[in-house]
């Protein structure tokens, strides 16, 4: 049976790092994760590391791709807002 404290929280990003791993090998690693959601793969200098991100990870992008979302829908009603009450801008010619 394995111990509790020994795992690490669901909430925690799960990281691996391996060395010496050529490029060939690597896309074997590759092809064998084509199918698991959440999992990245970064590869560089023969160094190999398999990110799972965590649900605080997901809860955080989530909320950032929300932010910038309304961002953008907030800059879009602004600049026509804008242009309706006669602001000019200075011509960059």
């Known amino acids: 049976m394995m111990n509790q404290a020994l795992l690490p929280p669901k909430n925690a990003d799960r990281q ?3 060395s010496g791993i050529d490029w060939q090998q ?7 994760f084509a199918d698991a959601s959440g ?3 970064a590869y560089f200098n023969n160094t190999i590391e398999i990110l ?3 649900r605080t990870h997901e809860l955080f992008k989530s909320i950032i791709g929300m932010l ?3 961002f953008r829908q907030f800059d879009r009603r602004n600049v026509g807002s804008i242009l309706r009450y006669g602001r000019t801008f ?3 010619c």
């Open 39 to 41: 999992v990245r793969l």
């Open 16 to 18: 691996f790092v391996y």
């Open 52 to 54: 799972m991100p965590g």
């Open 68 to 70: 910038i979302e309304l």
């Open 26 to 32: 690597f896309k074997l690693i590759q092809a064998g």
């Open 90 to 92: 200075p011509n960059p």
